[in-house]
């Protein structure tokens, strides 16, 4: 479910030139087209549909430079 719900995430707020779902999970997501600005939105908006937050530690390009990357992330947070 998380990913599907990753990707709903980036395709409303990522403000990729490419269709999200033609992206492996491995795809690097700013190679993509995602800039530094989108990614900060989509962190949030992460954050609200996960209901969590993103610790300090978190909060760098490598978290957020793949879907595979952001579920790890949220695995480690909701376990």
């Known amino acids: 479910m998380s990913k599907a719900q990753i990707r709903q ?3 409303e707020h990522g403000k990729f030139s490419t269709e999200i ?3 492996a999970d491995d795809a690097d997501l700013y190679a993509a087209g995602m800039t530094s600005h989108a990614s900060v939105n989509v962190m949030l908006a992460l954050e ?3 209901d969590l937050e993103f ?3 978190m909060l760098k390009r490598s978290v957020f430079e793949s879907i595979n990357a952001i ?3 949220i695995q480690e947070l909701t376990a």
């Open 9 to 11: 995430v980036l395709k």
């Open 21 to 23: 779902d033609t992206l």
């Open 48 to 50: 609200d549909s996960f």
């Open 55 to 57: 610790p300090d530690r």
């Open 71 to 73: 579920d790890a992330a």
